[in-house]
């Protein structure tokens, strides 16, 4: 695992133009400080950008069936988290930050750009989106809700990959 810039990213994610389609988001349900291989780039709880590999069509298993063609990225958080089937969430010990949130979204927004695909749910999904369209998310099991909701800007609970994605857009305008 090697720490790497969002410019570093977008150089890897140029690299892979034509061969990525997808990429899904995700939380490690661990600590702030501990990174898996399982994705591509992890985001500690501090906002820094770590990559476990040097080439972004490494295939990694991170999402059930959707692994090829794909880029994971988890942030680091989330430990001891809860969704209930209310709507309602507990973040655990250890919430998404604002940094992991805000550097989550410049990382979508460039490689995006870098790959050349749009900033929508057709190409962006947090697992828990993934997961509801394979019957194992939010709406059937709750077996993988990653991302489902999040706080927004004013701490209201919101839609977790539109938040994102539309972060995402806005800082690819500018």
């Known amino acids: 695992m090697r720490t790497i810039t969002l410019q570093e990213a977008a ?7 034509g061969r990525i389609n997808r990429i899904y988001l995700h ?3 661990g600590h702030y400080a501990t990174t898996y291989d399982d ?4 985001i500690t709880g501090d906002g820094e950008l770590h990559a476990s590999c040097d080439d972004l069509t490494d295939y990694k ?3 059930w069936h959707r ?3 794909a880029i994971g990225i988890s942030i680091c958080c989330c430990c001891e ?3 209930y089937a209310d709507g309602s969430v507990d973040f655990g010990s250890e919430p998404p930050t604002q940094q992991q949130i805000e550097t989550l979204a410049r990382l979508v927004g460039v ?7 749009p900033v929508n749910d057709n190409y962006v999904m947090t697992h828990a989106e993934a997961a509801d369209l394979d019957d194992y998310g939010p709406s059937s099991t709750f077996e993988r809700w990653d991302l489902w909701k999040l706080d927004d800007d004013e701490g209201e609970l919101c839609d977790g990959g539109e938040l994102i994605r539309s972060k995402a857009r806005t800082y690819q305008q500018g």
Do not use: D, S
């Open 61 to 63: 298993e991170h999402t």
């Open 81 to 83: 988290a809860v969704a």
């Open 67 to 69: 692994n090829g063609g």
């Open 11 to 17: 150089q890897l994610a140029a690299t892979a133009r």
């Open 111 to 117: 490689l995006c750009k870098e790959l050349e695909l």
């Open 27 to 29: 939380w490690t349900a």
């Open 39 to 42: 994705y591509h780039l992890n």
